[in-house]
């Protein structure tokens, strides 16, 4: 749905003098701010998109918008971006963020800015995170915003930062300067297996995903596949009053006791295509716990309670499955509402990481309209959300009160996810 | 239920295995483990080569694997002793015809069911695994013989009941112009899975299902000389390449997207294209493409009177080792077995088996081949039928 363009002008003209929002031109300008730019990386996923197309709604398609400049932090052996720049000379490569977004001068000369911190060789912080500088990337892109005076709409990839004041600080400070802010992982906008809906409205008791992958960079996901669902529930969200998490030992124990639901966990197991077999010969078989403890080295869980009362629990169960997988209890439904959120993942099953397509396309939608197509408070909730798990777990899974996530939004009832 | 399985083979990944696996210990449905209301209790195979598991299912399971079909149907005893019949060709060592088709023993089996069934005076439900056989002639005769003795029958692929990305179904009574398939041959060469996602697609038109006129398969050169002049519709192709998730060549190398419509892209890719022009009795046009090397997923375009935009879709194919598109399968299956219903035509399996031995035949004596005996009219239920739920 595009916007006319005079719907975008008189807009603009009723945006506070200080820093004007900018009114989409036809055809958008985009800057790219990336970390590393290699085969698989998320910055070759998206900026690739821009460049070359892809499929979409039954057709190849190009984004109505041009590339202009890329900056890329690190450029290790098998980087890209200079086989990229050349075939693709109407980008340019720059050396520093100020110059991707002004193209040389000494103004903003770009209507969107792309912000893809994940990957690179970043240090670790003494609880394992590593440290994408995202946080500093965005420093550098409000700083020419604030001396241009004008701001246009940024995409950050994945979560905030690994800190959460930082991540707060990001948040503030696109609030104040009114920049329209688009972030967050893949999973909310993939395909779904059934393709279904959060029920808008529902009241959901408990919630479940179960995924795969390492704590500080799969979590993340687990947790923004929750909260694109609950976040629709009757109310919106209100925010999350604790966190604690488990691991190893604690985790089976949990899970014996029943702190999560046991039904909800096996309906999310069952949505999985990659239910790993526990027993020779056989392709597709559920496990028993005893399966699920030989098979999974590293369970990782982080329950949480909703200011509401809603209890979610993201759970990693590498070994067992390689997909993220959603179950929910319903006041008033008998079954279980589950899903799987699909991600067609290469290599070993696609050549392409066709999820980046509907995340590209939702950009394209905030660079021609100004508007984020869903609020940029869900990733602020599950930045938070990820950097208490990693703080509970490095505090031996303690339970942690976290009054700064009491993070109220509501989510938008049109359906966000790959439909078409 | 009693369930006897008949089977070329039974081992790990093959048919035979994820299909009656299933029906053992249970199979992942609509966010559940469910177990079918069901009891194997006789199986036969084939052939049992090195990593054959059917001693040590029917050990675990509680069943006898008997050396005849015959046999297995009465599980022993002297009269028909099973409730259904899963009758699962596929996999297996049996010769090549000339035409590269392997001949699979699918009605022979099914002959010798029909035998029990007439000389029994009872007769159970059949499924049969994929197509019925390499032979038109012998697939007509396995349905007449259903409809004699009156018995449900169920067949084909996974490809019309698994989940599609989108999840679209061709609208019940559209009017289809045209319509394009694009897929990577198997072991089949003709991909009779292709052709069963299209038919699942198409039968679905005004009119219903009254088969096929004519068929045409061209290779090589003659594929890309065809696409030039226009044989086929390119938005069409486009549309479904648009749909793959596994482009090869450049996206292999550093995971560029691609439009593999662009000139020259798909002739570099793809060493031995194949094309099988359908021309059906109504006037709907459909072309399957057979694009190795360019793709390995199946995905379907047509054009509809009316609508702007084509309809596309990917037929999602679920990984190995857990194929839960089998699963889909099974579902259908078991839905047959509980309602005594197929929820879908036979007549649609039949088809497809003549069809893929027609573009084999056109194939093999390069020239476009006139097909009265494709007249096989059938109309489709009006509920989607692939997984949703």
């Known amino acids: ?420 | 239920m009693r369930v006897a399985i008949v089977s070329t083979v039974y081992y790990y990944l093959s048919h035979a295995q994820h299909i009656g696996d299933r029906f053992l210990i249970g199979y992942p449905l609509a966010g559940r483990w469910h177990k079918p209301d069901v009891k194997v209790v006789s199986l036969y195979v084939d052939q049992k080569p090195k990593g054959d598991q059917s001693e040590e299912r029917a050990r675990e399971f509680g069943f006898t694997v008997y050396p005849t079909i015959a046999e297995t149907l009465r599980c022993g005893g002297p009269k028909l002793a099973c409730d259904a019949v899963l009758i699962i060709g596929e996999h297996g060592d049996y010769p090549l015809n000339a035409k590269g088709q392997k001949l699979y023993p699918r009605h022979e089996f099914f002959k010798q069911c029909v035998e029990v069934f007439e000389q029994d005076g009872r007769a159970v439900p059949i499924y049969n695994d994929k197509h019925l056989s390499y032979s038109f002639e012998k697939a007509k005769w396995m349905v007449e013989a259903s409809k004699r003795l009156k018995f449900p029958m169920l067949a084909g692929s996974s490809l019309p009941v698994t989940w599609r990305l989108p999840d679209v179904e061709m609208p019940a009574g559209a009017q289809v112009v045209e319509a394009v398939m694009v897929g990577e041959g198997g072991p089949d060469i003709m991909g009779f899975h292709a052709l069963e996602a299209m038919q699942c697609m198409l039968e679905r038109r005004a009119g219903g299902e009254t088969g096929v006129r004519t068929v045409e398969t061209l290779e090589g050169d003659a594929v890309w000389a065809a696409a030039r002049e226009g044989k086929w519709s390119a938005e069409l192709q486009g549309s479904a390449l648009s749909r793959s998730d596994t482009p090869q060549g450049l996206t292999l190398q550093d995971g560029r997207t691609q439009d593999l419509m662009k000139p020259g892209v798909l002739q570099k890719l793809v060493a031995k294209p194949l094309a099988c022009r359908i021309e059906y009795r109504d006037g709907t046009r459909a072309t399957l493409l057979m694009l190795n090397g360019a793709i390995k997923d199946f995905n379907f375009a047509a054009r509809l009177k009316g609508h702007a935009r084509p309809l596309s879709t990917q037929f999602l194919l679920t990984p190995v080792p857990n194929v839960t598109y089998s699963a889909c399968l099974v579902s259908k299956i078991e839905e047959m077995l509980t309602t005594g219903r197929a929820p879908y035509p036979v007549e649609r399996t039949l088809l497809t088996s003549g069809l893929t031995e027609a573009c084999l035949t056109s194939l093999a004596e390069h020239k476009r081949i006139d097909t009265p005996h494709l007249n096989v009219q059938y109309r489709p239920p009006a509920a989607s039928q692939h997984m949703r739920a």
């Open chain 1, 1 to 420: 749905m595009l916007l006319r363009r005079r719907d975008l002008l008189t807009t603009a003209a009723l945006a506070p003098a200080a820093l004007i929002s900018h009114a989409a031109p036809a055809r958008p300008k985009i800057a790219a701010v990336v970390t590393e730019y290699w085969h698989f990386s998320h910055a070759q996923h998206i900026v690739d998109r821009f460049l070359e197309g892809y499929g979409w709604n039954g057709e190849h398609h190009m984004p109505p918008m041009d590339l202009v400049s890329l900056y890329v932090d690190q450029k290790p052996k098998n980087d890209l971006s200079a086989e990229r720049a050349q075939r693709f000379p109407a980008m340019k490569l720059c050396p520093t963020i100020a110059e991707a977004l002004t193209l040389g001068g000494s103004k903003l000369a770009v209507d969107g800015v792309v912000l893809v911190g994940e990957h690179g060789n970043y240090p670790k912080t003494p609880k394992g995170q590593v440290m994408y500088p995202r946080y500093r990337l965005w420093q550098e892109i409000v700083k020419v915003f604030k001396s241009s005076g004008r701001v246009v709409p940024v995409f950050n990839d994945k979560h905030l930062s690994w800190n959460w004041e930082w991540a707060k600080d990001m948040y503030d400070t696109s609030r104040a300067m009114k920049i329209p802010f688009l972030a967050g992982s893949s999973l909310p906008v993939t395909w779904r297996t059934p393709s279904v809906e959060f029920p808008a409205n529902a009241q959901p008791e408990e919630a479940v995903c179960v995924g795969y992958g390492g704590v500080d960079s799969y979590d993340f996901h687990g947790l923004e596949s929750l909260q694109c669902m609950v976040e629709r529930r009757k109310g919106g969200e209100s925010g999350v009053r604790w966190l604690q998490a488990y691991r190893g030992d604690q985790f089976w124990d949990a899970l014996r006791e029943g702190v999560w639901p046991a039904d909800l966990m096996t309906a999310a197991l069952c949505r999985s295509h990659t239910l790993k077999p526990a027993r020779e010969g056989f392709n597709d078989i559920f496990p028993t716990l005893d399966d699920m403890k030989r098979m999974v080295k590293n369970p990782v869980a982080y329950r949480y309670e909703h200011a509401d009362g809603l209890k979610s629990t993201m759970i990693l169960m590498t070994g067992l499955v390689e997909d993220f997988n959603f179950a929910a209890r319903l006041e008033g439904r008998k079954d279980p509402f589950s899903t799987q959120l699909y991600l067609p993942m290469p290599p070993a099953r696609t050549s392409l990481a066709n999820f980046f397509s509907p995340l590209v396309n939702h950009m394209e939608r905030m660079f021609l309209t100004g508007k984020p197509p869903y609020p940029i408070e869900r990733t602020l909730l599950t930045t938070g959300l990820t950097a208490a798990g990693v703080d509970s777990l490095y505090e031996q899974g303690k339970r942690l009160e976290t009054p700064h996530l009491s993070i109220a939004y509501k989510a938008p009832v049109e359906s966000t996810y790959w439909r078409s």
